[in-house]
């Protein structure tokens, strides 16, 4: 079993910057894939970013690539996404998942979940 808790959400202005961490247990980091998933509000989940065991490689959404990066603190088992030029758009409900699968792009390729950690981005 893998134990997610998501912490670092907030209230920002448009503009802004926020890093959103995810510390795991029952399971490093480094040897599982890991990913980021938002929902907002009358919306359905959808893929942030995902980072790939081992070697790190990153997959993200067109809407926020160039904007977020993922990361991974091996030291602390914690996944973090450093979002930056926040826009109202990004505002949602932001979910850390982890998955043995090879697939990291859709929520049904996830196995273990966060609570998730509020994002609010006043324009």
């Known amino acids: 079993q893998v134990q997610l808790v998501e912490s670092g959400g907030g209230l920002v202005q448009a503009g802004d910057s926020l890093t959103l961490s995810c510390a795991a247990s029952?399971?490093?980091?480094?040897?599982?894939?890991m990913g980021w998933f938002r929902q907002a509000p009358g919306k359905e989940r959808e893929f942030v970013a995902a980072m790939r065991w081992g070697g790190g490689a990153t997959s993200y959404t067109d809407s926020v690539r160039g904007r977020f990066t993922i990361s991974r603190d091996n030291a602390r088992n914690t996944v973090r996404l450093q979002m930056n030029s926040l826009k109202p758009e990004d505002t949602a409900v932001y979910y850390c998942?982890?998955?043995?699968?090879?697939?990291?792009?859709?929520?049904?390729?996830?196995?273990?979940w966060g609570q998730g950690t509020q994002v609010t981005v006043s324009s």
């Open positions: 998942a982890a998955t043995n699968s090879g697939s990291v792009l859709a929520r049904i390729d996830y196995d273990y």
């Open positions: 029952g399971r490093t980091v480094s040897t599982i894939n």
